[in-house]
């Protein structure tokens, strides 16, 4: 499946590095989406953006930085981390039709990130 | 508040059929996705149910009551590939845009 590709896979980071979170949706998709997954815990709501505008910033700290520079790419800036920001970020992708129905969200396969 | 609950882990025999659960207090229900992550995999979508009842899809199928903030995956004829986390995820009403709620997944162990 090659909808949705992030980039990269896995990143190990100090807790004073700068790196950023790739995504890349190939599916004509206007809505995207981080999330963050962390063992034994639900999948957790970021960030969204619909047609390149942020429309949910779900009380996430500011060393996560999120940018949508076009409807098919997504990135998420990262500085000054802590250990327990270590996770499993997923990026996805939806056609929002604003109907009402949510529309099915396209996932990729994640960035496995460890803060040192 | 929005809670959603099923079973952490779950182990069927190969050739049996397994019910997963989920239940759900929301505001704003706008319809339950089922999704399947293998380990180390993105989440894939499985099913989605916004009316109540059965919507049957090959081996898996997926029921919904919305009066009872219920819902099940049933998997039938298992495999081994199936062997992976089910993740029950409700769409609440968020305005510009829907959001999605997860569950914290169920991990279903096949054995032979």
């Known amino acids: 499946e090659t909808g949705v590709t992030q980039t990269p896979r896995h990143l190990v980071m100090g807790m004073t590095n700068k790196k950023s979170l790739k995504c890349e949706q190939h599916?004509?998709?206007?809505?995207m989406y981080w999330y963050k997954q962390s063992a034994k815990k639900p999948l957790e709501l970021m960030f969204v953006y619909n047609f390149k505008e942020q429309t949910e910033n779900n009380s996430v700290p500011s060393r996560f930085s999120p940018e949508c520079p076009n409807s098919s790419h997504l990135f998420l800036h990262l500085h000054t981390l802590q250990p327990e920001d270590s996770a499993l970020y997923l990026c996805?992708?939806?056609?929002?039709?604003?109907?009402?129905?949510?529309?099915?969200?396209?996932f990729g396969p994640g960035t496995r990130l460890l803060v040192l | 508040g929005q809670n959603i609950d099923q079973p952490t882990e779950m182990t069927a025999t190969e050739g049996a059929i397994v019910q997963i659960n989920c239940t759900y207090q929301t505001s704003g229900f706008n319809g339950l996705f089922w999704y399947q992550q293998h380990a180390g995999e993105a989440p894939t979508f499985l099913s989605y149910n916004v009316l109540d009842g059965l919507e049957e899809k090959g081996r898996f199928s997926s029921f919904l009551s919305r009066s009872k903030g219920y819902s099940y995956l049933l998997l039938k004829e298992l495999q081994m590939k199936d062997s992976a986390s089910y993740l029950c995820?409700?769409?609440?009403?968020?305005?510009?845009?829907?959001?999605?709620?997860f569950g914290t997944g169920t991990l279903l162990a096949v054995q032979p």
């Open positions: 995820a409700v769409s609440q009403d968020g305005g510009a845009t829907n959001k999605l709620i």
């Open positions: 996805a992708s939806s056609q929002e039709g604003g109907g009402g129905y949510q529309e099915t969200q396209y």
């Open positions: 599916l004509g998709h206007n809505a």
